[in-house]
T-cell receptor, first 114, second 113 residues
Framework: ETGVTQTPRHLVMGMTNKKSLKCEQHLGHNAMYWYKQSAKKPLELMFVYSLEERVENNSVPSRFSPECPNSSHLFLHLHTLQPEDSALYLC?????????????FGEGSRLTVL | AQSVAQPEDQVNVAEGNPLTVKCTYS??????LFWYVQYPNRGLQFLLK??????LVKGSYGFEAEFNKSQTSFHLKKPSALVSDSALYFC???????????FGTGTRLQVTL
């Protein structure tokens, strides 16, 4: 069982659909993250949760809505997305929010918006 | 604001040859530097990090990186490349107090026989 699990691995949705991405970490970490990975661009940090509280929201459009019901689970709810939102969405966790520990990433959810 | 530059989109190396993937950074304060690797259709995996101490850091799969404060660089190296090292490599920087780890754009390493 990998440390950080993301589902689904692939998702195709229309612009009017509502869908959710799920992330689960089995590492006992206190911080969880959503990143967006687009080709030839740096990873973009979208949201950070520390002990289930959102501590960072990097000017992400409201069509992306995160949810962290407990320290092991993180969701990204998607609604009325645009084609430019097509990307690989990576979930990560770390022991603490601030500090020098490394991030542990899931394998990502490849999102295609038609 | 902190930033990371990976000047090469792609590095091509023959198997058995040494490899270097370049990274330079800009931060206010002491940097914490990281390298991550991403294999096709996978998430990022941690390779190594520099926090303090020895400038030469050893990591997973035989990789190492050298911290050079005067040149603000943290190049990734391996003495002898393997075809299985072919992947996308990301450099990242943090200061420990910043709210985010800043990543570079990535360098694709292609190792051929």
């Amino acid at each position: 069982e990998t440390g950080v699990t993301q589902t689904p691995r692939h998702l195709v949705m229309g612009m009017t659909n509502k869908k959710s991405l799920k992330c689960e970490q089995h590492l006992g970490h206190n911080a969880m993250y959503w990143y967006k990975q687009s080709a030839k661009k740096p990873l973009e940090l979208m949201f950070v949760y520390s002990l289930e509280e959102r501590v960072e929201n990097n000017s992400v459009p409201s069509r992306f809505s995160p949810e962290c019901p407990n320290s092991s689970h993180l969701f990204l709810h998607l609604h009325t997305l645009q084609p430019e939102d097509s990307a690989l969405y990576l979930c990560a966790s770390s022991q603490e929010f601030r500090g020098i520990g490394e991030l542990f990433f899931g394998e990502g959810s490849r999102l295609t918006v038609l | 604001a902190q930033s990371v530059a990976q000047p090469e989109d792609q590095v091509n190396v023959a198997e058995g040859n040494p490899l270097t993937v370049k990274c330079t950074y800009s931060v206010s304060g002491n940097p914490y530097l990281f390298w991550y690797v991403q294999y096709p259709n996978r998430g990022l995996q941690f390779l190594l990090k520099y926090i303090t101490g020895d400038n030469l850091v050893k990591g997973s799969y035989g990789f190492e990186a050298e911290f050079n404060k005067s040149q603000t660089s943290f190049h990734l190296k391996k003495p002898s490349a393997l075809v299985s090292d072919s992947a996308l490599y990301f450099c990242a920087v943090d200061t420990g107090t910043a709210s985010k780890l800043t990543f570079g754009t990535g360098t694709r390493l292609q190792v051929t026989l």
